[in-house]
């Protein structure tokens, strides 16, 4: 799925239609998971040129641009845990399985009947974070492109959300720090600060 390379969420990406495009695939107009306001992405020519012969594909009875092909499971486009499922496995074979954090939920008993022998025992609920996920991927994309433009307005534009999320949660302070330094010792040399000697 290289448009998770446009930045969008992964239940975004599974829930587009063929409508949401333009007729040649070079624009996108979708509605953001989060904050259900209308998004327009421009689609770089490569990709542009790839969703056009992919859609040649699809069957002509469903409209989403990812449908379910065959009968495994009711619905009518991919699951997001589909999505992250290939994901595992492309982890994998790649030998990329490396995680950079163990979230700890704390104790939770067990009430899961499909587990008898488990059943009503107590234990601590781990899960591990992975540096390779769709929505990692959507974090690198944005600190790709905030190396590229130092606007975080234009990154949050991007991302659809707001410039204080952009900057809290998806680009990383060392970079902003960076970016700030390298704007101020690039300074013309008659916008530089002169102290007041008065």
Do not use: C
Request: net charge positive.
């Amino acid at each position: 799925m290289r448009i998770l390379d446009l930045g969008l969420r992964v239940g975004e990406v599974v829930r587009l239609i063929k409508s949401n495009f333009n007729s040649d695939f070079t624009r996108l107009i979708y509605i953001t998971e989060k904050t259900h306001n209308v998004h327009e992405r421009v689609i770089p020519d490569a990709l542009a040129e790839e969703l056009r012969d992919y859609v040649e594909t699809l069957p002509t009875n469903n409209e989403f641009m990812f449908p379910l092909f065959g009968n495994r499971k009711r619905g009518d486009y991919v699951s997001t845990k589909s999505v992250q499922y290939e994901m595992m496995k492309a982890r994998k074979i790649l030998g990329l399985g490396e995680t950079y954090a163990v979230i700890d939920y704390g104790l939770r008993q067990n009430l899961n009947p499909r587990k008898p022998e488990q059943f009503g025992l107590w234990t601590h609920r781990r899960q591990k974070l992975n540096r390779l996920t769709p929505h990692t991927n959507r974090h690198h994309e944005a600190d790709r492109w905030y190396d590229l433009t130092h606007d975080p307005v234009a990154v949050a534009s991007i991302l659809g959300i707001d410039p204080q999320t952009a900057m809290q949660s998806y680009i990383s302070p060392r970079q902003h720090l960076e970016a700030r330094y390298t704007n101020l010792i690039h300074r013309p040399t008659d916008e530089e600060p002169r102290m007041d000697t008065r």
